[in-house]
């Protein structure tokens, strides 16, 4: 139908208010102070493998309590689809992730936030949410009508309740773990369909900013791609007299440019994402490029162009780094092309720092009937050891024997000094395991634990069954002792890659490392059964109830027996002779 | 097959509960009373005393509308005579008076803010008249009169063009009931802000007052007919569908009427759906064309500028264009902070919001005069019309869905009625059977009331996935289950068969044979 202007006809009560309302739309002077403050960021990395990280953070804070009955409605800056969802759900805290390809951590080192390959999401829910698990289940409903993504397979056969392992990142101290769950589905493809809206719940969307180097056919063209939304309560100042909600949209990707024929390592904004910067997004407070440079700091290594004097310092991961600052909201940043493309040259690079902690997963054992999962953990700190929480979420159809469960480093037996084990139900909820080990210095320790493979009903197998079934990714969070004094003082200005995990002690920092999903066969039928089936019972029942008819109906007589085969001759001749038969 | 056969009947039979087919059957065909109670009061001094004598007199008029052949709506009209006493209950209420309270001498009827209207007798049907005669003077305009301030028969009409297919004469009847949304239990009315150019315009406005003080009275007065939530959100870089042409003689940026259909789909994109609530949304857009595109007006087919500057598209919402080049200078710094009056804005959205609730929806005839609306924005007569359609379209729609249920659960013998399903579908039966009930005493209220339970339990039935589980369970599984049983046996007992009739053939042809 088409839409026709229309006449507001009749209309005296509110012209009467018109006079008596505010004057005509002026300038004014004293604008209210908007209580809500978008910052974005990018930081690339070299690798030293030869490929690049960037890394987008976009950080929204909104000075406003969601939870204070269902009067929050009026959105600025703040996605309204995001703000309803926490209203409506009573969501105290919400992490999702969809990931794209492994990280690498042997060769890539740690990046600034770990996400498990395909889809994760744990969310906190308000104390005051009585049906949790209902709760849970529309909320992933409605996510994946966000973000265009199969989480509505998130059920009870794939959610936990991790005790230990995922702690509230924002303010509150609830711990009990029954407001907690936590889900991955390690199968989700992640592309353009879930960049949009991804782009979508950016104040500029992909107009202006930081975000048009967002384009997917560049994106998904690389080693790694991963995008989050985390959604948590903050502090505005130091003595946490106000809150606010903070939603931080963080996008990893990594990129492999780098063929060794040519020998040439060389990358710009244009070469990476096919665009070049001109502006920073207007609504933005702070809009800034940081490029890492530490690891060559007199510049023999590599080479920045156009080059910056500004120089930044932030403790990132136990380490203090060194950055290169392009501040865009400055005009000047831009040069006299109005467009910024960094070039990044470098010549050789030595080896890295091997990452104090990293894991890696695998099955082990053959046939269809029984397994090993083995974990191996790499505490790589030359003198100190530390603990770590292992969560191992295991769907139901591997039946874990714990009885076998072992945990060894250094050839001796390393006792887990917490174990929270809660079984399976078959179709109702996953295994979880969660321990708490302590690795020695420069170890490896190994956890394996047997199972068996359970068959499944026929309509539960996927449609390519033969491919094997996914198992999520162990996820291990620990507090590595750090090299330098960590920064506490989180309030202070500092760049936002550096601080979304919160840092409460100068000599350790918090990790979280993921390994790689498992991918497990389990025992498939042929399907082509129902088939065999009926030709076999076809076969019994006429082959049965065929020689039982023929014997209840056939009436028996006495036959003579038919001359034999001398007398038929002999009576053919006879014939022709003209005598009688015999 | 003693055992056999109940075994095979009990295993294999589907669970059907029992439903009201009869009593969906009869709600089926539709036949709506809907009563108006009409409460005549002369003021002091227009009937002589002999006539008050005779008061109370009670009138009752049949009036039958038929719409589409099956349905019958009979409007009865209760006449109640009184003298110079008004009472406060639901019935309309037309008071006489003789002209002195009217300011305005050429109306007829003065239609109030409250349920009232006043009508005024010529003089020569003053004097010497029975009650009876003055009444029936005064019926074509009480008719009118109802009309306007309950229902009409376009009114009940478009409140059942669902199930209707309209007169394809009245195209601008077609549009009105195209308008206005379908009937729902509650609405989400979103307010967006479209800033395309935040580099030039830093606009504030204030929505959360403008909401409490122009709105929220509305919407606390509609309370009764549906739940309204709204929020409100602020979208940067959203530019409309079509590039407004550039008008030299009025040095201005144009947008004809015709384009505007083109306008609403990538500003949709970027809207976003409401992610809490199924409910429709009503989008209200305030559209602030960018420094380099303004002023922006939109032009009606006559190239006329249109006065509000704004449009609305039919159950969707409506947009606003606001210009706000003129409150900066040529050398203004960029970006401008520009307060929006919300005053204005909210005065065209409110009558967008009007439309498309569907509370304004027809014209008065000629000689009426209608009272200005109050403070809150819709007068009581116009709740109870806005009452009576959705109450009859709430009717209609649950008694289609309830109806094309018993008649889909009727063909398909597979699908399985659980007791949960029966449940919802004979409260629903029973919640119509009340509504209507209702709506034939006139108590609109508790009509409407009836009628929304009703729409949710036959909506709640309808979609059940429990219905589904079996629905789509095919033949060919059914064979592939007894063929291997039946096929088998079926060969040996054909092949004896034939046998026999070739046997009884040959034993009759050789009696034959014997007799010959």
């Known amino acids: 139908p088409a839409p026709k202007p229309n006449q507001p006809t009749s209309f005296e009560a509110t012209a009467d208010k018109e006079d008596t309302s505010a004057p005509e739309t002026v300038v004014q002077s004293s604008v209210p102070q908007p209580k809500d403050d978008f910052q974005e960021e990018l930081v690339i990395r070299p690798l030293h493998s030869g490929d690049i990280y960037a890394s987008f953070q976009f950080r929204t804070l909104w000075e406003t309590d969601f939870m204070r009955g269902n009067k929050v409605s009026h959105y600025r800056l703040f996605p309204k689809s995001l703000g309803q969802v926490i209203s409506k759900f009573s969501v105290r805290e919400l992490h999702i992730s969809f990931t794209q390809g492994y990280w690498r951590t042997m060769q890539w080192g740690q990046p600034f936030l770990p996400s498990p390959p395909g889809a994760e999401l744990w969310v906190w829910f308000q104390d005051s949410v009585t049906d949790v698990d209902g709760t849970w289940k529309e909320l992933t409903n409605v996510l994946s009508g966000i973000f265009c993504a199969s989480l509505n397979f998130i059920d009870s056969t794939n959610t936990v309740q991790p005790s230990a392992s995922f702690k509230p990142l924002g303010i509150g101290n609830v711990t009990d773990h029954r407001f907690l769950r936590y889900a991955t589905l390690p199968r989700e493809i992640v592309c353009t369909e879930n960049l949009t809206p991804w782009k979508k719940l950016l104040p500029c969307g992909s107009k202006a900013g930081l975000a048009v180097l967002l384009k997917s056919e560049k994106l998904f063209h690389s080693s790694f791609h991963s995008q989050a939304v985390h959604i948590r309560p903050v502090c505005q100042d130091w003595q946490c007299k106000t809150t606010s909600w903070e939603l931080r949209q963080t996008l990893n990707v990594v990129f492999d440019l780098h063929t060794p024929g040519q020998g040439k390592l060389e990358w710009s904004l244009f070469k990476m994402f096919s665009r070049t910067l001109t502006e920073a997004c207007p609504l933005a407070s702070s809009s800034k490029i940081y490029i890492d440079i530490t690891d060559d700091p007199q510049g023999e290594q590599f080479e920045v162009s156009p080059a910056t004097h500004l120089l930044s310092q932030a403790m990132v991961l136990g380490d203090r780094r060194t950055f290169s600052v392009y501040d865009l909201t400055q005009q000047i940043t831009f040069g006299t092309v109005r467009s910024l493309n960094l070039l990044i040259r470098w010549k050789s690079s030595e080896d890295m720092l091997r990452p104090l902690l990293h894991a890696e997963r695998y099955v082990a054992g053959y046939g269809l009937q029984t397994g090993e999962i083995h974990t191996l953990m790499y505490n790589n700190h030359p003198y100190r050891s530390f603990p770590v929480l292992l969560l191992d979420s295991v769907p139901w159809y591997l039946r874990l024997y714990i009885h076998t469960l072992t945990v060894t480093s250094k050839g001796k037996d390393n006792k887990p000094s917490y174990i929270h084990y809660q079984p399976s139900k078959d179709r109702v909820r996953p295994h979880l395991l969660e321990m708490l080990v302590q690795l020695p210095p420069n170890s490896v320790t190994e956890v394996t634990v047997q199972f068996e493979r359970a068959l499944l009903k026929w309509t539960e197998y996927t449609p390519d069954p033969n491919h094997g079934f996914y198992v999520g990714s162990s996820v291990i969070s620990s507090l590595v002792p750090s090299i330098v004094a960590m920064d506490t003082n989180s309030t202070r200005e500092q760049p936002l890659f550096s601080s979304f995990f919160p840092c409460k002690e100068e000599s350790s920092y918090f990790m979280r490392v993921y390994t790689e999903p498992l991918l497990v066969n389990l025992p498939t039928p042929d399907f082509s059964m129902p088939y065999n089936v009926i030709c076999l019972t076809c076969t019994v029942v006429a082959v049965g109830y065929g020689s039982l008819y023929n014997l209840l109906t056939r009436s028996f007589q006495i036959e003579e027996p038919s001359p034999g085969l001398a007398k038929r001759i002999a009576n053919i001749i006879r014939k022709m002779r003209g005598v009688p038969p015999l | ?516």
């Open chain 2, 1 to 516: 097959i003693i055992v056999g056969v109940p075994l095979w009947w009990r295993t294999t039979e589907t669970y059907r509960a029992w439903l009201p087919v009869s009593q969906i059957n009869e709600l089926s065909n539709l036949q709506l009373q809907l009563s108006a109670e009409v409460e005549v009061v002369f003021a002091r001094g227009t009937v002589t005393p002999e006539q008050q004598k005779k008061v109370p007199l009670t009138q009752i008029q049949d009036e039958e509308h038929t719409v589409d052949g099956d349905l019958f709506i009979n409007a009865v009209c209760l006449v109640v005579t009184k003298i110079r006493r008004l009472q406060g209950n639901i019935c309309l209420k037309c008071v006489f008076s003789r002209g002195h309270s009217f300011e305005v001498q050429d109306m007829d009827v003065y239609v109030g803010q409250r349920r009232t209207a006043l009508l005024r007798i010529g003089a020569q049907m003053r004097v010497g008249k029975t009650l009876d005669q003055l009444l029936a003077h005064l019926e074509p305009r009480i008719k009118q009169v109802l009309q306007v301030m309950s229902f009409s028969h376009t009114d009940i009409s478009a409140a059942l063009s669902d199930r209707v297919r309209l007169s394809p004469g009245n195209k601008e009847s077609i549009a009105d009931s195209m308008r206005t949304f379908k009937s729902s239990p509650g609405y989400e009315i979103t307010f967006s802000l479209l800033n395309p150019d935040p580099k030039s315009h830093r606009l504030h406005w204030d929505i959360e007052g403008a909401v409490q003080t122009y709105i929220q009275p509305l919407l606390t007065k509609l309370a009764s007919v549906a739940n309204f939530s709204i929020d409100s959100q602020t979208l940067y870089y959203a530019m409309l569908g079509v590039n407004p042409r550039f008008d030299s003689s009025l040095s201005a940026y144009t947008l004809h009427s015709d384009s505007l259909a083109h306008v609403i789909n990538p500003v949709e994109a970027r809207l976003g759906s409401n992610a809490a609530s199924s409910n429709p949304v009503l989008n209200f857009l305030l559209y602030v064309p960018d420094a380099h595109h303004s002023p922006l007006y939109i032009h009606d087919r006559k190239k006329q500028e249109v006065p509000s500057n704004a449009f609305h598209s039919p159950r969707w919402g409506g947009i606003m264009v606001y210009n706000v080049n003129g409150f900066y200078g040529p050398e203004a710094v960029f970006p401008v902070d520009v307060n929006i009056n919300m005053a204005k804005v909210m005065g065209v959205f409110l009558a967008q919001l009007r439309l498309l609730l569907g509370v304004q929806s027809s014209t008065a005839p000629s000689g009426f005069l209608v009272a200005p609306c109050g403070s809150n924005g819709l007068a009581d007569w116009e709740l109870d019309r806005l009452m009576w359609s959705r109450s009859v379209e709430n009717v209609a729609t649950a008694t289609t869905t309830i109806t094309s249920l018993a008649q889909l659960l009727e063909q398909i013998g597979n699908i399985v009625i659980n007791d949960n399903i029966a449940e919802q579908v004979s409260s629903a039966v029973t919640s119509l059977q009340l509504a209507v009930a209702e709506l034939e005493t006139g108590n609109l209220r508790f009509a409407l009331q009836y009628s929304k339970e009703a729409i949710l339990a036959s909506e709640r039935a309808f979609f059940d996935p429990s219905l589904l589980h079996l629905l789509y369970f095919p033949d060919d599984q059914k064979f592939a289950i007894y063929i291997p049983l039946f096929l088998p046996m079926c060969v040996p007992i054909l092949l004896s068969l034939l046998k026999i009739v070739s046997d009884a053939r040959q034993k009759r042809r050789e009696k034959q044979a014997k007799k010959d």
